[in-house]
């Protein structure tokens, strides 16, 4: 039987406690030094649940107020994201050095260099590997801002305007949860775990595949630009029922997934290389797209023009050009402010013109 995640926990809380006892004991031996920092060195949890030992009895602080090694600088050298494995290597030996040479009347002294050891590894650990054992790692993007970042496993994470996703690495599955905004992703293959993204109800399964997630107010979008994908609403857990959606696909998850339609999945990805495209698009859904990136608002407040079909592909930061482009229209008239460009049809703009003059 597979031990489950808190059985785990357990045996590792207890291996914890153990070696507590023996650093507390006296100066542990060069084979025992290496076995601790071995096991140390397998899990941020060990890290965690060793710091949770020391924490329950209250001697780290006075601990470290008896060692020759002040615990803010080892802590900044453990943060510093220029050469951490150099920063370990170089505080550690000394450490060791002191604990051999002092026995007796600086047992303490060694304790102290474990826990600030541990500290050590945990600041880095926990900034730099922890997605990697299962601690959530959020990446998030502000309005009009974009970000790609090459995740631990290799896969590439593309987020799009006013976005937020957390990344998590199980055993058994790799988890990217998109919380709001739009998210492409490029899967790095795995043989034993495959690659889930939770969007709000809607679930989605893939391994070596590209495809876009576009988690809306109402509904989810998914887009697959390369590979086969598995879709779904409900538990994490894949049912047989899942939808399988290929390369040059799309599919909407209104409540539960929809029929997959053929698109241009380049175009429906066009915002990698920061631009719109539309095909027959009604300018209400051009307007609420271009409003993602800009700070400058379009108003779109004539149903007549709500309407209007758009064809064409745009940077999506350019709303001054898409401004120029629809005064081109046949009917419509573009009224523009430093915060927002108002389009209407010609019949409301006349009207509006008349009231006035009364």
Wanted: net charge neutral; charged share 25%; no cysteine.
């Amino acid at each position: 039987m597979t031990p489950s995640d808190e059985q785990i926990r357990m045996a590792i809380a207890d291996q914890a406690s153990e070696w507590f006892v023996e650093n507390r004991g006296g100066a542990l031996d060069r084979e025992a030094r290496s076995r601790f920092m071995a096991w140390l060195q397998t899990s941020p949890v060990h890290v965690g649940e060793y710091l949770a030992i020391v924490g329950l009895v209250r001697d780290l602080e006075t601990a470290v107020n008896t060692t020759e090694i002040p615990l803010e600088p080892l802590l900044a050298r453990a943060r510093a994201e220029a050469d951490p494995v150099a920063t370990l290597n170089a505080t550690m030996p000394v450490q060791m050095s002191i604990t051999t040479r002092r026995r007796g009347a600086r047992r303490w002294s060694l304790a102290a260099a474990a826990a600030l050891a541990i500290v050590a590894l945990a600041a880095l650990w926990l900034t730099r590997d922890g997605e990697r054992f299962g601690l959530p790692k959020t990446y998030m993007t502000a309005h009009g801002e974009q970000s790609e970042r090459v995740l631990p496993d290799g896969s590439v994470l593309h987020l799009n305007t006013d976005s937020e996703v957390s990344v998590r690495y199980l055993r058994r599955e790799r988890v990217l949860d998109l919380r709001r905004g739009e998210a492409f992703v490029q899967v790095a293959h795995e043989g034993e775990r495959d690659f889930r993204v939770a969007a709000g109800n809607a679930q989605i399964r893939a391994v070596g595949t590209q495809f876009d997630v576009y988690r809306k107010s109402e509904s989810v979008r998914i887009t697959v630009v390369e590979g086969t994908v598995a879709v779904y609403t409900g538990p994490p857990q894949r049912p047989p029922s899942a939808l399988s959606v290929g390369a040059g696909y799309q599919v909407e998850v209104r409540g539960q997934a929809g029929v997959p339609r053929p698109v241009d999945a380049r175009a429906a990805v066009a915002w990698l290389k920061r631009q719109i495209a539309f095909e027959d698009e009604p300018l209400s859904e051009v307007a609420a797209e271009f409003n993602r990136y800009g700070g400058v608002v379009l108003e779109i407040d004539d149903d007549a023009i709500r309407t209007l079909r758009i064809s064409g592909v745009f940077d999506a930061y350019d709303t001054d050009s898409f401004a120029a482009f629809l005064e081109t229209l046949h009917g419509v008239v573009v009224q523009k402010t430093p915060t927002r460009i108002r389009v209407r049809s010609v019949t409301a703009a006349n009207r509006e013109r008349q009231a006035a003059v009364r």
